[in-house]
């Protein structure tokens, strides 16, 4: 494993992240949380991220059970706040009630004293940022997180706050935790350079696009049975991918990926990675196999050939986007 700084802080994550999202406390089970857990420690991974809102806590829940065992010093654990997690007018947003409430709830089904990064998990319009962000110094300096930071926030959000942290002189964002991926692309054009300008490291999510960029899916050819795709709950996302411009894309890379000795899913996180502005890539996985695949993308270097037939392969589907 090889390990980034947070953004401008001294915090070391590991390139690959493992997270709950879709997995833990919903889909999978118990057993297969530890399971991964275990691989993940094996392998180097450090950390850990998850959300209050994944299954209405019980992602957290999940995940803090499974790292029960291990030192706490040795990873590092996010979780987040911010959709609903009841019904009343004041269960959401970033609000200084929701967000002590909320942080609170979120130690005790993680089954720990502190968390290290607690992301806002999306923009809240109907707060004051500078509420939002007093809250968030206040809990670091009860000790109650580390680092505070957000998750899918403009750059023009992410620098106004970052003027307004100065203004008051409150502890900086740390992080910022968007989507990333051959398909979505868009913190390249103004979050990336903002970012860097702040010292915001990028955790992305979804670097292998819901599993679209793991070659499971074939043009012309039924679902696998097992696939989150097949699963009428899931959400539109990964049915939006299901185009046969971006499945005849994907099998051009999975081509490249096979002639260059490594997997599809090796080459896009390792294509996420070749930007020294992402700290961390955090994948999902209900199999321990499934981990020991992606870690090895650390490994993976891109030369300018093949990045250059990368981008000759994505013009496929250029002004794609899929729903939201």
Known sequence: MKYRRLGGTGLKVSEIGLGSWLTYGTAAEQKAADACVAQAFESGINFFDTANAYNRGEGEKAIGAA???????????????????????????LSRKHIMEQCDASLKRLGTDYIDVYFCHRFDNETPVEETLRALDDLARQGKILYAAVSEWTAAQLSDAAGI???????????????????????????LPVSVREGIGQVVFSPLAQGILTGK????????????????QVNHVIKSYLQPNVLQCVADLNDLAAGRGITLSQLALAWVLREPGVSSAIIGASKPEQIIENVAAVDVALDEETLAQIETILKQVEGFAPMR
Do not use: C
């Not at 990873?75 to 009343?88: A, I, R």
């Not at 942290?165 to 692309?185: D, G, T, V, W």
């Open 217 to 232: 899916y074939k043009p012309g050819a039924e679902l696998p049975p097992s696939s989150r795709a097949a699963n009428d």
């Open 67 to 93: 790292l029960k065992s291990y030192d706490r010093s040795s990873y590092v654990l996010s979780t987040k706040v911010f959709f609903p997690m009841g019904d009343g007018p004041n269960d959401r947003g």
């Open 165 to 191: 942290a100065k203004r008051l002189n409150l502890r900086p964002l740390a992080s910022n935790q968007p989507i990333y991926n051959m398909f979505e692309r868009y913190i390249e054009r103004e979050v």
